[in-house]
């Protein structure tokens, strides 16, 4: 658990950080299943359920069906489909969800869009398509999306264009090329982009910086050299 506490950074790190301060820090070695995290919910003495270690599958999200008061889900290794997607439909309250190794497509992003409080979503690991990125427009309090899908194409920064609130965007394995950033110029509001595996080029990166001359821009966990918004964190 120590050493995991080393191997990780840039979003991860942020990510990670959110485990430890739920867990009581690295040397925890212990933690509580799902069901325990679900009765603490309901009976008020808790609003997140981070869970690091246990791996969950479908059937694990029954007892979060309708759980209210729920407001931060993370779940760091998970075997979850889009079946399972329809046990968070409920969770009114929900500002964060984090599903690392969600295998999620366009049917399972069906079930978030009556989650008006959404604010960070974070599936590295997701099947969505183009169709899929433009419902995810609809989520009307996004501000964080941290998204990885081999099936999404250029035509899906279309959609990230009309999300007002989005601040940072984390694109990972996204086979987009250059044209695609032409759609990012007016995220006025944007703070941080990352782009890790995708296809832009050299150039596309200067025009990027041209762009969006203030945005915290990574890519493939480095700074681009000379940005203009380059500082150390």
Not at 124 to 135: H, I, N, V
Not at 151 to 174: E, G
Not at 180 to 193: I, K, N, P, R, V
Request: proline share 4%; aromatic share 2%.
């Amino acid at each position: 658990m120590i050493d995991a506490c080393w191997k990780h950074s840039g979003w991860d790190l942020l990510a990670l950080l959110v485990i430890l301060i739920a867990s009581g820090g690295c040397g925890s070695t212990q933690e509580d299943s799902l069901e325990v995290l679900v009765q603490q919910v309901r009976s008020g003495t808790l609003d997140r359920i981070v869970v690091a270690e246990t791996r969950v599958q479908d059937r694990d999200l029954a007892s979060l069906a309708n759980l209210q008061g729920l407001v931060h889900l993370s779940i760091q290794e998970s075997h979850i489909t889009d079946a399972g997607m329809r046990y968070l439909a409920g969770l009114k309250d929900l500002e964060h969800l984090h599903l690392r190794g969600a295998q999620v497509g366009d049917p399972g992003i069906e079930h978030l869009l009556g989650l008006a409080k959404l604010r960070n979503l974070n599936l590295p690991q997701s099947q969505l398509t183009d169709a899929g990125m433009k419902r995810l427009a609809e989520l009307p309090s996004l501000e964080l999306l941290r998204i990885g899908s081999p099936h999404l194409t250029n035509s899906s920064l279309k959609s990230v264009a009309m999300m007002p609130r989005l601040r940072f965007l984390h694109l990972i394995d996204v086979p987009i090329t250059d044209p695609a950033l032409d759609h990012l110029a007016g995220l006025t509001q944007l703070e941080s982009l990352y782009l890790d595996g995708t296809r832009i080029s050299d150039a596309g990166i200067q025009k990027l910086m041209q762009l969006l001359p203030t945005v915290h821009l990574h890519l493939n966990q480095q700074h681009p050299d000379n940005h203009p918004a380059d500082h150390t964190h």
